[in-house]
């Protein structure tokens, strides 16, 4: 069965503060989404990870892709309110037709 | 300012209702998407287009049925819905299926009553 994990689903952090969020995923996919929802709204873009080893970084937040350990990470640097919000990941199987699977996201709340 | 747009944004019906949720996005995407996110659950994929053509069909049942008569229009009708069908409904497109990246509407919150 295609799971897509998230960890962990909740964090609480302080301003200033640094984390990483992680997404691992159970089959092979070359490709990786990042996606962030805020409160009673729609998901926005945030990163599209093609490749292995792919990097992606805007602003404080920076995502990362190992396909060979089927593992994204998402790095927040010196976190600020504004960020504070929900993450989604979500994988394309490579064998899985052409859809997204998502992983059940990481609420973050960043306290001043 | 999303080219993915939902109408109505929020809609309370009765288990014996039939109504309609619209999704046009504005981007000149191929396909287009059908997502339903309830409190608890990862978001679940209901429906896939391309070209006006559904290649997805996610086990969704037939109380819920997706009409999609271009490649800018996508409507979910409803009918004899359940309480548990209460969650947060969304539209996304892409360009081609898989290798584009998603562009979500604003979604439509129902509430089965």
């Known amino acids: 069965e295609l799971k897509v994990e998230q960890n962990p689903l909740f964090l609480s952090m302080q301003e200033g503060k640094n984390y990483t969020i992680y997404c691992n995923y159970s089959t092979t996919s070359d490709r990786l989404y990042w996606y962030r929802q805020d409160p009673g709204k729609s998901l926005e873009s945030l990163f599209v990870l093609l490749s292995n080893g792919a990097v992606k970084q805007e602003g404080r937040l920076m995502a990362s892709l190992d396909t060979k350990a089927r593992l994204s990470t998402l790095h927040i640097t010196a976190a600020v309110h504004d960020l504070s919000a929900t993450y989604f990941c979500?994988?394309?199987?490579?064998?899985?037709?052409?859809?997204?699977?998502f992983g059940p996201g990481t609420r973050l709340s960043v306290l001043p | 300012e999303t080219g993915v747009t939902q109408t109505p944004r929020h809609l309370v019906m009765g288990m014996t209702n039939k109504k309609s949720l619209k999704c046009e996005q504005h981007?000149?995407?191929?396909?287009m998407y059908w997502y339903k996110q309830s409190a608890k659950k990862p978001l679940e994929l209901m429906f896939v287009?391309?070209?006006?053509?559904?290649?997805e069909n996610n086990s969704v049942p037939s109380r819920f049925s997706p009409e999609c008569p271009n490649s800018s229009h996508l409507f979910l009708h409803l009918h004899t819905l359940q309480p548990e069908d209460s969650a947060l409904y969304l539209c996304a497109s892409s360009q081609d299926l898989g290798n584009a990246d998603q562009y979500f509407g604003p979604g439509t919150r129902l509430l089965v009553l």
């Open positions: 979500a994988v394309v199987p490579n064998n899985y037709g052409q859809n997204f699977v």
């Open positions: 981007l000149g995407h191929n396909a």
């Open positions: 287009y391309n070209f006006k053509e559904q290649t």
